[in-house]
């Protein structure tokens, strides 16, 4: 992760209205002497959660070719769920305590139109699946049997989600049997994608969901409104870590809605996370919230409970991986 950018260390060198967040700025905030705005409209804007640098910049290659934004992330988190080194998203990932690999994704555009597939084992690509629940089906969310039937009538094929690693990880894993989801696990983990292209907002999320997790276990990245959140009106928030965080607070729509109401995609991002955080204070700080969010008018921002959450950024072709400020210091 060789470009990536710590907030914390650029705020030292610059005035914070100017690094808020790092290389992109809102200065929704800054009254009366502001200088003026850099702003990231007419931009094409894609950023995702941890170091997803490739998937970033294929989903951005794709709008650059004419894509408009939904396709252009398919294309961007499809690459991530073939990739079986990444062992939190699609063929590769970590099983669930049964053995299998169960996958959950949503998708969500500009006008509102969402879909989604949850519990689904046998398909490679859940986010194509999620786009055509949301243009084939008069349904939001397809689960399990029927999500793979779904698939499978939409010309999807049957694929063994299971590798070798995925399951000698189980093997070690039931050594002890315990279930405790690591914080920041390999900075690889689910995907979600938000994004913006001639001026239309866009957002994706797909995953195998927590390791170990029991059979049947959905997460928030299925779920409209916890794990993404897109309305062209205000801007897009996807989110990461434990999901049931997200599930209990709706986060990725409160963000949006903090946008709507005026908050820079940071800001908007700290409330969210300061609404989860106040409620863990006081017990163990070992659960990891990542949002990022995007504005209709490209601006972005991050934030985390826990330190440690990276998010990729791409604008206009050129792509950084940035550090998001947390609200705990520290991992306990
Ligand atoms: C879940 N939110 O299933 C997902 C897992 C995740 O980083 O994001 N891991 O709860």
Not at 135 to 164: C, D, I, Q
Not at 233 to 241: S, V
Not at 300 to 305: K, L
Request: include cysteine.
């Amino acid at each position: 992760m060789s470009n990536t950018i710590k907030r914390r260390s650029l705020l030292k060198l610059f005035p914070a209205y100017i690094v808020a967040p790092a290389i992109i700025v809102s200065t929704a905030k800054v009254a009366g002497c502001a200088p003026a705005p850099i702003s990231n409209a007419g931009k094409t804007v894609i950023l995702s959660t941890w170091n997803n640098q490739k998937a970033n910049n294929l989903a951005a290659a794709s709008a650059q070719n004419g894509k408009n934004i939904i396709d252009s992330i398919v294309e961007g988190i499809s690459h991530v769920e073939s990739d079986i080194e990444d062992m939190s998203v699609g063929k590769g990932g970590r099983p669930d305590r049964e053995g299998d690999v169960t996958l959950d994704s949503c998708i969500m555009d500009h006008e509102g139109n969402a879909g989604g597939v949850c519990f689904m084992k046998d398909i490679e690509h859940p986010i194509q699946v999620a786009r055509d629940v949301m243009y084939h089906t008069p349904h939001v969310l397809l689960a399990g049997e029927g999500a793979t039937n779904f698939a499978l009538s939409r010309g999807h094929t049957k694929t063994n989600l299971l590798t070798e690693a995925g399951a000698k990880a189980l093997e070690a894993w039931k050594v002890e049997s315990k279930y405790k989801p690591i914080p920041n696990i390999e900075q690889h983990d689910t995907i979600g994608m938000i994004g913006i292209h001639d001026g239309k907002v866009g957002g994706g999320c797909s995953t195998s969901g927590l390791a170990f997790k029991m059979q049947g276990r959905v997460g928030d990245s299925p779920i409209i409104g916890a794990g993404l959140f897109v309305d062209g009106d205000a801007g897009a928030c996807t989110a990461t870590g434990m999901g049931e965080i997200m599930m209990k607070n709706l986060s990725s729509f409160l963000v949006v809605e903090y946008m709507r109401s005026g908050d820079s995609p940071t800001e908007a991002c700290r409330k969210a996370v300061k609404r989860v955080a106040d409620k863990i204070k006081g017990s163990k700080k070992d659960q990891q919230m990542g949002l990022i969010a995007l504005d209709k008018d490209g601006n972005i921002g991050g934030y985390s409970v826990l330190p440690g959450f990276v998010y990729a950024v791409t604008i206009d072709g050129k792509t950084d991986v940035l550090e998001a400020d947390s609200y705990f210091d520290k991992i306990e």
